[in-house]
C-alpha cells in the first residue's frame, strides 16, 4: 500500500513539539492597561493567557526569556491540552530551564533539553536526568503542599483526581518503574510507523526524505534545514546529534503514549510512539534567529544547519531565564553586568519565580470554560495551536477579555499538506474565528504562520457560509496505525492516560467518527475526541 502526498498521517495523533517557531506572548498581547487589574501586594500588572495545544512550552520560555524588554508584569500561564503525557513534558522541560546554575551548566542544560524535546533515543547521561527528574515529579504530584514549595510556579489544582492520578503514572513509567529497553522499544516502533506511513515508498524514503524537503519545507521558508539532519531524524528519531551517534541508544520515555486499540473484538491498551514522523522538531527553534549572520549563505547554502541554529538559541533563551530568574549565577559575566547596570530599576530587578504561575486545565474544558466566572473574559491573549483548530468556539471566545487578542497556528510546515489544502486550512481558521466574536487585527503584516485577531464588539455566531473540509483532514485513524503486534502493550493495570478504560465506549463507523461535521476542522495531529478515536481504532492485521 502507497500512501499519497496528502493523507496527513505522518504528523501522528499527539504532538510532541511544535510546527512553528517560538512567539514571545507579550508581543502578541494588548499593551499594558494601566487600569487593569493588578497583583494586590506589589500592584505589578497581570497578563493571563490562555494556550491550547501549546505543547512544548516553548512560547513560554521565550516569553519569560525576553520579559526584561517590557515593563513589568506577572504572568499567569494556563495550559490546555489533550494528553497528560504533554502535560508531563511540560513540567519536565520547566523544571530543567528553571534548574539553578550552581547544579547544571548552561552548555549541559541546553544539549539535555535538545536532546529530551526532540530525540528518540537519548545518552545515557541524559536518560539518567529524565528518570531522576521524573522521580521527583513522580513524588511531588500527589504532595501539593509539597511542590508549592519546591516547585510555586506550577499549579495542578484544576486538574481532576482522576488526572493527577494518570499524570503519576506518566512520571513513574518515565522513571523506569517497569522492564528495561523493552517497556518502550522506539526504535523498532519508530521504523514500523514509517513502514506503515510509507507504504511501498519505504525502500525509496532517502528519496522521499529529499522531496519532502527541498520541495516543501524549503519552498515554505525552512531552508536552513540540511539534508543529513532531515534524512538522520526521518530514518531513526535522533533530531540533533551532539555527540557521535553510537552515544544515542537509550529509549527516549518522554516520546511514549497510549491507545486503546480494537483488536479481534476486545480492545487492548497499547503503548507506542504516535508523534510526528514528517517534519521534525527543527521549526520551533531552528529556522529563525535574532543573530542575522548565522543564516546567511555561501554558494546559494546556508551556513548553519537548523541543529546548529537551535542549540544557539536555546543556549541564548537559557542564559537570559538564568540573568533574570538567577541574577547571582550572572554576577561574573561582565555583559550581563553592563546590561544590568544600563537598564531600569525595575526592569533589572529580580522578579522571581513567584512573578509566574503555570496553570494546567482539564484535558476536556475548552468548550466548558466559560460556564466558570473566573475565566470568563479573562485572558488578555488566547492561543490555538493548528492541532486544536477545531476547539475554536463562541463558548471559548467568551473567555478572552474585550479588546483581547488571538493567535493561531497555521499549518504551512505540515509537508503532507498541499498548497491548495493550506490556503483552504487558512480560510477556515478566519471563518472560525469570526464566528467566536474575533476580528482580523488591523495593521498587522501578513504571516503564512500565524493568523491574528481580536476581540471584535459582535458575540459571533453561526457561520453564513463554510470552506469545505479537504478529504485529507479527515482521514481514518487506520491508515496511521501500524499492526498492533509492532506494538508494545503496557502492563497489566495500565491505561492511557488521556481517556479512561470505559466498557461503555460506542463502537461507531471509524469513518463516520473521524470526519468530523464541516464546521469543526480537525488537523491531522489533534485528538478532537481521544476517548472515541483510540476505543474504535482498529489496527491492520
Not at 479481534?264 to 520551533?284: K, L, M, Q, S
Not at 544590568?340 to 509566574?356: I, K, N, V
Not at 492561543?383 to 479588546?403: I, K, N, R, W
Not at 510546515?413 to 474565528?433: H, I, K, M
Request: charged share 20%.
Amino acid at each position: 500500500m502507497t500512501t499519497p502526498a496528502g493523507t496527513g498521517t505522518g504528523f501522528g495523533s499527539v504532538s510532541w513539539w511544535g510546527l512553528s517557531p517560538a512567539l514571545d506572548l507579550q508581543a502578541e498581547s494588548p499593551p499594558v492597561d494601566p487600569d487593569s487589574k493588578a497583583d494586590t501586594e506589589n500592584r505589578i500588572p497581570e497578563l493571563d493567557v490562555l494556550l491550547l495545544g501549546s505543547v512544548d512550552g516553548r512560547h513560554l520560555l521565550q516569553t519569560l526569556a525576553g520579559a526584561a524588554l517590557w515593563p513589568r508584569r506577572r504572568f499567569n500561564f494556563y495550559v490546555l491540552e489533550n494528553n497528560l503525557e504533554a502535560v508531563a513534558r511540560h513540567m519536565l522541560i520547566f523544571s530543567l530551564a528553571l534548574e539553578e546554575p550552581e547544579k547544571m551548566g548552561l552548555q549541559e542544560k541546553t544539549e539535555t533539553f535538545m536532546e529530551v524535546w526532540g530525540n528518540a533515543l537519548l545518552r545515557p547521561t541524559v536518560a539518567a536526568f529524565v528518570r531522576a527528574q521524573a522521580d521527583l515529579l513522580a513524588h511531588l504530584v500527589p504532595e501539593p503542599d509539597l511542590m508549592a514549595q519546591q516547585l510555586p510556579w506550577l499549579n495542578l489544582s484544576t486538574l481532576k483526581f482522576r488526572e493527577r492520578d494518570a499524570l503519576e503514572a506518566v512520571f513513574r513509567f518515565w522513571a523506569g518503574g517497569e522492564r528495561g529497553r523493552e517497556a518502550f522499544p522506539v526504535s523498532r516502533l519508530w521504523d514500523s510507523r514509517l513502514r506503515h506511513y510509507l507504504g511501498s515508498r519505504y525502500d525509496a524514503r532517502r528519496g522521499v526524505s529529499d522531496w519532502d524537503l527541498r520541495m516543501k519545507l524549503h519552498d515554505r521558508g525552512a531552508q536552513v534545514i540540511h539534508i543529513h539532519e532531515f534524512r538522520r531524524w526521518r530514518d531513526t528519531g535522533v533530531a540533533f546529534e551532539l555527540r557521535d551517534s553510537s552515544a544515542y541508544h537509550v529509549p527516549n520515555r518522554t516520546l511514549a503514549s497510549g491507545r486503546l486499540l480494537s483488536h479481534r473484538g476486545e480492545r487492548v491498551a497499547a503503548r507506542g510512539y504516535w508523534g510526528d514522523i514528517a517534519t521534525g522538531p527543527f521549526v520551533a527553534f531552528g529556522i529563525e534567529t535574532h543573530d542575522k549572520s548565522l543564516l546567511r549563505t555561501s554558494n546559494g547554502q546556508p551556513v548553519k544547519t537548523a541543529g546548529e541554529i537551535t542549540q544557539y538559541n536555546v543556549t541564548e533563551l537559557f542564559r537570559e531565564l538564568a540573568a533574570r530568574w538567577h541574577p547571582r549565577a550572572t554576577q561574573g559575566d561582565p555583559e550581563q553586568e553592563q546590561q544590568r547596570m544600563s537598564g531600569s530599576a525595575e526592569q533589572t530587578s529580580a522578579p522571581g519565580r513567584e512573578s509566574f504561575t503555570l496553570h494546567f486545565l482539564p484535558l476536556d474544558s475548552a468548550q466548558t470554560l466559560h460556564h466558570r466566572n473566573c475565566y470568563k473574559g479573562r485572558f488578555q491573549l488566547l492561543y490555538v495551536a493548528c492541532g486544536m483548530v477545531h476547539l475554536l468556539s463562541p463558548e471559548l471566545g467568551a473567555c478572552v477579555a474585550p479588546g483581547g487578542n488571538l493567535t493561531v497556528e497555521l499549518a504551512p510546515y505540515l509537508v503532507d499538506l498541499r498548497p491548495d489544502q493550506l490556503q483552504q486550512f487558512s480560510t477556515r481558521v478566519g471563518e472560525l474565528a469570526q464566528a467566536a466574536g474575533f476580528a482580523p487585527q488591523a495593521g498587522t503584516k501578513s504571516s503564512e504562520t500565524f493568523a491574528r485577531f481580536c476581540k471584535s464588539g459582535s458575540a459571533g455566531g453561526a457561520l453564513e457560509s463554510e470552506t469545505p473540509l479537504p478529504e485529507v483532514l479527515a482521514s481514518p485513524l487506520e491508515a496511521m496505525s501500524p499492526p498492533l503486534g509492532d506494538l508494545t502493550p503496557p502492563l497489566e493495570g495500565w491505561a492511557p492516560s488521556s481517556v479512561p478504560l470505559q466498557s461503555s465506549e460506542s463502537q461507531g463507523s471509524l469513518r463516520e467518527v473521524l470526519a468530523p461535521p464541516r464546521e469543526v476542522l480537525v488537523m491531522p495531529n489533534s485528538e478532537s475526541d481521544s476517548k472515541t478515536w483510540e476505543s474504535n481504532l482498529t489496527p491492520r492485521e
